[in-house]
């Protein structure tokens, strides 16, 4: 083959390679807009529509709502995980305690879909659950500080952490844009009820593998994993 014959072919190519990294790009900053408006809720048949493609394409760069949410979120989870190292390099162990839960707890009222991802997991997306994880590892980490210090309640644990970001999206997704102060209040009463000296016991924690399973992402039809609608 001459060199004559192979340039019809490149040229070709090309511009498919570059329709699909538009169409990638299209798809995650329309899922960007969707999420952040509605939640994890939000179909991906809706996020189809928003970034103008069909859902066929869209099941093609993102087979399962599991990567399009690794892919949409990457950036916030990075930007959590650094909240956290932000606050364990704060010399006061309780004024980086109390930053990182107000910065978390901003992050998921700025972002709906944010707000769910911070108490889902998603097994599948191992970049993003190891991200969280390190977040994890941080919080220990953070609370040991505070309590050492004297600052921190002693029987807090990591299922607290847990509780207070899904009290907290509860919160940030029924006042919506009615009330969009609302959880700073909310924020603040917890944080107040978890510095030491403690007011009082506390009843027992939940079970922690059960919190891990009510975290695990199921869509409304028991599907983690969503077929496109041929129908349609």
């Known amino acids: 083959m001459t060199p004559g014959s192979q340039r019809p072919d490149d040229t070709t190519a090309q511009p498919l390679r570059s329709d699909a990294e538009r169409n990638r790009g299209r798809i995650i900053a329309a899922a960007r807009r969707v999420l952040a408006r509605d939640g994890l809720n939000a179909s991906m048949a809706s996020v189809a529509r928003e970034a103008g493609v069909g859902i066929a394409t869209m099941f093609r760069h993102f087979p399962t709502e599991e990567e399009l949410v690794a892919a949409v979120f990457a950036d916030r989870m990075d930007a959590y995980a650094d909240a956290l190292a932000t606050a364990l390099d704060d010399p006061d162990p309780w004024r980086g305690f109390v930053g990182y839960i107000e910065t978390a707890c901003a992050m998921q009222a700025a972002d709906y879909g944010f707000a769910d991802v911070l108490t889902t997991t998603f097994p599948s997306a191992k970049a993003m659950e190891g991200r969280r994880h390190e977040a994890l590892e941080g919080m220990l980490q953070l609370s040991a500080r505070a309590k050492a210090a004297g600052r921190?309640?002693?029987?807090?644990?990591?299922?607290?952490?847990?509780?207070?970001?899904?009290?907290?999206?509860?919160?940030?997704?029924?006042?919506?844009?009615?009330?969009?102060?609302?959880?700073?209040r909310v924020v603040a009463l917890f944080i107040q009820s978890l510095e030491a000296p403690a007011r009082g016991p506390l009843p027992a924690s939940p079970d922690h593998d059960a919190l891990h399973q009510t975290m695990l992402r199921t869509r409304p039809d028991g599907l983690t994993t969503m077929e496109p609608d041929t129908t349609s």
């Open 152 to 184: 921190l309640r002693e029987d807090l644990d990591s299922t607290d952490i847990a509780l207070l970001l899904m009290a907290n999206a509860g919160v940030v997704n029924a006042t919506g844009g009615a009330a969009p102060d609302a959880w700073r």
